[in-house]
């Protein structure tokens, strides 16, 4: 973007800003910046600026930036969870672009303020993650940094392993969100281009629009019902390790804490990514709109949407399906009654609710979903379509999102055969382990608990033990 633009990016970002609290968005306070791709791509690698170094994180890193400079993929904007939540504009971008995602993260950033799963989150983790930073120096510093970084990989393998409850509010708790759902005051709302704040003001009384404050009471004689302790507890690998590990020091406890604070505040962004993506795409479709553009950069504006629509080979654009899901909600209820079951949507599922509840015959055939695997045939395997009947299609659908689409691993005895073994319980939904994965990752877990580990599984429907020795 050139400098004498970046006036008419402001005034865009305010005219948007409006736009959206007109139709009933309510984004967290947004601070736009614009950076250079090496900066987008380390902060897309690292997941938060600042946050603990570690050479996963380098290969994430090495990766995307390959793709951008081969032409092979383009990120162009990337936003955090926060208050104020911080939205990152790629400087290459022309001013057409920067309207188009500045829409976007504030689909984003009102998802973020109100959906079930992001209320407890801690807004402050982007600033806290520098301080884990630090820690996690000072500890290489003091017991060498090859032995961090080896601690830290067998944890960063086991990381998305944490409480499935995560995202709703803890029994009998303050809920911390005060002042984010609407119709409650907070802090003062903004947006920023390069420290330009832009006011926000109070929420409009909008016709047609759903107050889902009331499906969240913020008494604590009415807490979400949650598993009893002991089953949270085995559930949440990391905290069990945490707690029980036999032959950890004060520093590995402390690593294991703070990777799992970080885990916490990454879980739903796993569970809503199709709705989450899907809610940004609708709004920002809507806003740019109403936006007043040129006859040329309407032109613009439709190959920037087809481009974020487009079908992905062999998987699921999650845009495309979370958007698509929300479009037929208004086209089946009208705009009124669409838009407010659009808001209720928004307020308390997450992706396995929201297909379960909502994806539609009619959006499964529009799309053209199907579902695929191999199959035996000539005497050979071929990939070919198994399903394309609807319901199949949306139950595919459904358990791929589950937890996030991660396998569910507990932990049932941390004393096995009376020799402090730890016996993991793979959580069998019909898909089977990769087991060659799965062992690797076991390994990892044993050099954690310091003795033996065992995984108990099932393939093709016989049961199956997986066994690692600690420090191998």
Not at 2 to 16: F, K, M, S, V, Y
Not at 93 to 111: E, M, P, Q, S, Y
Request: with cysteine; hydrophobic share 40%.
């Amino acid at each position: 973007m050139r400098p004498e633009e970046l006036p008419a990016l402001r005034q865009a970002i305010d005219d948007l800003w409006s736009l959206a609290r007109g139709q009933g968005l309510d984004p967290l306070p947004t601070h736009f910046e614009i950076v250079p791709a090496p900066i987008l791509y380390e902060i897309a690698a690292y997941g938060l600026p600042g946050r603990f170094a570690h050479w996963s994180h380098g290969k994430a890193y090495q990766t995307m930036k390959a793709q951008y400079d081969l032409g092979l993929t383009k990120y162009f904007e990337l936003v955090i969870n926060g208050d104020p939540a911080q939205a990152f504009l790629l400087e290459t971008n022309d001013l057409l672009t920067d309207k188009f995602v500045v829409a976007h993260v504030l689909g984003h950033a009102d998802f973020f303020g109100h959906n079930a799963h992001f209320l407890t989150t801690d807004r402050d983790m982007p600033a806290r993650v520098a301080l884990h930073a630090g820690r996690l120096r000072a500890y290489e510093f003091e017991h060498g940094r090859e032995e961090v970084e080896a601690f830290l990989e067998a944890l960063l393998a086991i990381e998305e392993h944490v409480d499935p409850w995560a995202g709703l509010a803890e029994p009998g708790a303050a809920r911390p969100d005060a002042g984010l759902i609407r119709g409650i005051p907070r802090k003062s709302r903004g947006s920023v281009v390069q420290r330009t704040g832009v006011p926000g003001d109070a929420v409009p009384d909008v016709p047609g629009f759903l107050d889902c404050a009331s499906l969240f009471p913020r008494s604590t004689t009415a807490p979400v019902p949650k598993p009893a302790a002991e089953e949270q507890e085995g559930s949440d690998l990391l905290l069990f390790l945490l707690r029980h590990a036999p032959q950890l020091e004060d520093w590995q406890r402390d690593t294991i804490a703070l990777v799992r604070e970080e885990a916490l505040y990454f879980r739903p962004q796993l569970r809503t990514k199709i709705m989450n993506e899907g809610w940004a795409t609708f709004w920002h479709t809507r806003l740019l709109r109403e936006l007043a553009l040129t006859d040329a950069e309407y032109t613009d504006f439709a190959r920037l949407g087809a481009q974020v629509r487009t079908p992905h080979p062999g998987g699921v654009n999650p845009y495309l399906l979370g958007v698509a899901i929300y479009e037929d909600t208004v086209e089946r209820l009208g705009e009124a009654a669409g838009l407010r079951q659009c808001f209720l949507m928004r307020e308390v599922e997450d992706d396995v609710g929201f297909l379960r509840n909502h994806l539609t015959r009619e959006v499964v055939e529009r799309l053209d979903m199907f579902v695929y695997g191999e199959q035996p045939e000539g005497g050979q395997t071929l990939w070919k379509i198994i399903a394309k009947d609807f319901e199949k299609v949306r139950e595919a659908l459904v358990r791929s999102r589950e937890h996030g689409g991660r396998p569910v691993i507990e932990a049932v005895d941390g004393d096995g055969g009376g020799a402090r073994e730890l016996v993991l319980a793979h959580r069998h939904d019909g898909r089977d382990l990769d087991l060659v994965a799965a062992h690797k990752t076991l390994e990892r877990v044993a050099r954690i608990w310091g003795r033996r580990c065992r995984l108990q599984t099932s393939v093709a429907g016989k049961a199956k033990e997986l066994v690692a020795e600690a420090g191998r």
